[in-house]
């Protein structure tokens, strides 16, 4: 079964950037949506950003504008740029496939504070 690897959060000030990665352990190409989501302390996880291909990506409203998701199938990864980063984007981050998700990897942390 493939496993996805999230890197790339930390400690960012508010209105800085933070680029994401989600490194699978084998070929993303014929998943045919991959997926960031986030969980905040106390909260439910949530759906951040999708990507089909270059031409079809859907994002939260919260984050539209703001986080860009790509997806390099060669390299088996998916980023996700986020730029104007606000204290409610704290939150662990989480790659996936849909539909029928894989099992999560340990996410990324990403603290937004100054």
């Known amino acids: 079964q493939v496993q996805f690897v999230e890197s790339g959060g930390g400690l960012v000030q508010p209105g800085g950037s933070l680029r994401l990665s989600c490194a699978a352990s084998?070929?993303?190409?014929?998943?045919?949506?991959m997926e960031w989501h986030r969980q905040a302390p106390g909260k439910q996880r949530e759906l951040v950003a999708r990507i089909q291909s270059a031409a079809y990506t859907d994002y939260k409203d919260s984050v539209k504008g703001r986080f860009t998701i790509s997806r390099d199938n060669a390299e088996n990864t998916v980023y996700l740029q986020m730029n104007s980063l606000k204290p409610e984007d704290t939150a662990v981050y989480y790659c996936?496939?849909?539909?029928?998700?894989?099992?999560w990897g340990q996410g990324t942390q990403v603290t937004v504070s100054s």
């Open positions: 996936n496939k849909h539909p029928y998700p894989l099992s």
């Open positions: 084998g070929s993303i190409r014929n998943f045919i949506f």
